[in-house]
């Protein structure tokens, strides 16, 4: 029996993050991966997705070029060499989490692993027989899957994928239907509508990205060329390609696709590697977790997705280090706890959207009274300069009346993802509006806009 200071199983964000900064501590560690290093983010989910739309950004600004005074005639694009560069961009990156992982010591395994008790793993790996390891503190990172939801017609039907189908897709559909509109189904809806494809998105919510900003939302919606949306909708048959809906009023309807993406969103994985039998505490939204990340089972800790408490990388990534800061602490308690009132989100689409904090909605229903202020990002000199006046963009800021302390930042427009870690700071260190007005941002940059709106807040 095989001895270690700390098995994970799962190799996805949390679990190899966790791995590296533990083997940089000189623990031993054994990471356990059934499928690919990286996980669904790596291999199947964020940069796939981001390395398309990246290729797809570019066709559009080619096409779109002249009014900038470069010209591209006859411009198109190669769905098979943008396959190709997004499976050579994958690898690389893979690799590179390998290299770093065996830089710092951790073993790792491909195969199943399995929970059996109080320190001890099963690992299984393919046409080999199991073998029992131990170690004093154990993590699961198992992940999150796609929902197929219970639509008759969708299961075993040879039209309709999931994310990780779409991606792999031999050439592009003429014609796509999405069922759901958060954050994956309007990524995909953009990145296919920008190569060409009719997409109609079918929500059965009245606004697309539920978690946005209700006066944010319709301005990222509008901004997606190509993009028909059936909102409020909700789908009752698939038969095919063809998709049928009902309007909250009961008028039915129905949209014609070669393809029908299934994107209504992820669950965490509870299942498959001994949660139940071990006594693990599952509720419906994935393990039960506390602030430190560890589970009910004394020694295990659970990070990412699978505790159902933000299915997002960069959440996994925090996680990790807080599971572990409590480890090495060797029971100890760490100062190292979970804070979840500034995880920043990020949609990726042909146009960013991106926020952090409450919404307008949310602090109204908590009662707390609020002031806001929203500019467009056309009053940044760099913005127009690179987008043109037509492009969409705001920036939307919300602060606590009564004591200034910033609770919100939303932004829709080009450049949302990489300014937003920003706002999550002003809020994660409680910063004030007078503080935030004395920040001096570098110009002429579109960050800039975000101060902008603090200054209208008063």
């Not at 008028?251 to 029908?260: C, G, M």
């Not at 926020?355 to 009662?367: C, D, K, P, S, Y």
């Amino acid at each position: 029996m095989a001895e270690h200071d700390v098995i994970i199983i799962g190799g996805g964000p949390g679990g190899y993050l966790a791995a590296e900064r533990l083997g940089a501590a000189k623990r031993k560690v054994l990471l356990v991966e059934r499928a690919s290093l990286g996980g669904t983010c790596l291999n199947v989910g964020c940069i796939p997705t981001k390395t398309l739309i990246a290729s797809a950004k570019t066709y559009l600004h080619a096409k779109e070029g002249e009014r900038f005074g470069v010209r591209a005639p006859g411009v198109s694009f190669d769905w098979a060499a943008m396959q190709a560069w997004k499976r050579e961009v994958v690898e690389k990156l893979r690799n590179g989490v390998a290299a770093k992982e065996k830089a710092r010591g951790v073993a790792m395994v491909g195969g199943e692993g399995r929970l059996l008790g109080r320190g001890e793993v099963e690992v299984r790996v393919a046409g080999g027989a199991a073998e029992v390891h131990r170690a004093r503190a154990i993590i699961l990172a198992t992940g999150s899957a796609p929902v197929w939801p219970p639509i008759p017609g969708l299961k075993d039907n040879a039209r309709a994928v999931d994310s990780t189908g779409l991606l792999e897709v031999a050439e592009v559909p003429r014609r796509l239907a999405v069922i759901g509109g958060g954050v994956i189904g309007v990524e995909l809806a953009g990145l296919f509508a920008a190569l060409g494809s009719q997409v109609e998105v079918v929500e059965m919510m009245e606004e697309i990205v539920p978690f946005m900003d209700r006066e944010q939302a319709p301005v990222l919606r509008r901004a997606l060329k190509g993009v028909t949306f059936r909102l409020g909708c909700r789908v009752t048959q698939v038969e095919g390609g063809t998709v049928h809906y009902a309007s909250k009023e009961g008028t039915s309807a129905r949209a014609e696709a070669d393809l029908v993406l299934v994107a209504v969103g992820r669950r965490p994985v509870v299942d498959g590697f001994g949660a139940r039998e071990a006594g693990l505490d599952l509720s419906p939204g994935g393990v039960v977790v506390d602030e430190r990340m560890r589970t009910n089972l004394p020694g295990v800790w659970a990070v990412g997705d699978v505790t159902g408490k933000s299915l997002l990388a960069h959440t996994a990534y925090r996680m990790a280090e807080v599971a572990v800061a409590d480890i090495l602490a060797a029971g100890g308690g760490s100062r190292n706890v979970m804070r979840y009132q500034a995880v920043p989100w990020v949609v990726y689409g042909m146009t960013e959207a991106a926020g952090v904090g409450l919404t307008e909605q949310e602090a109204i229903a908590r009662g707390l009274p609020v002031k806001k202020a929203t500019v467009s990002l056309k009053a940044s000199g760099r913005f127009c300069a690179e987008n043109g006046f037509s492009a969409p963009g705001a920036v939307k800021v919300m602060a606590e009346r009564e004591s200034g302390r910033v609770v919100g930042v939303h932004l829709v427009g080009a450049y949302a993802s990489e300014i937003v870690w920003g706002a999550a700071a002003l809020i994660e260190q409680e910063l004030t509006v007078r503080d935030v007005k004395e920040l001096i941002l570098p110009h002429p940059t579109v960050c800039e806009v975000v101060r902008d709106a603090v200054w209208e807040l008063e």
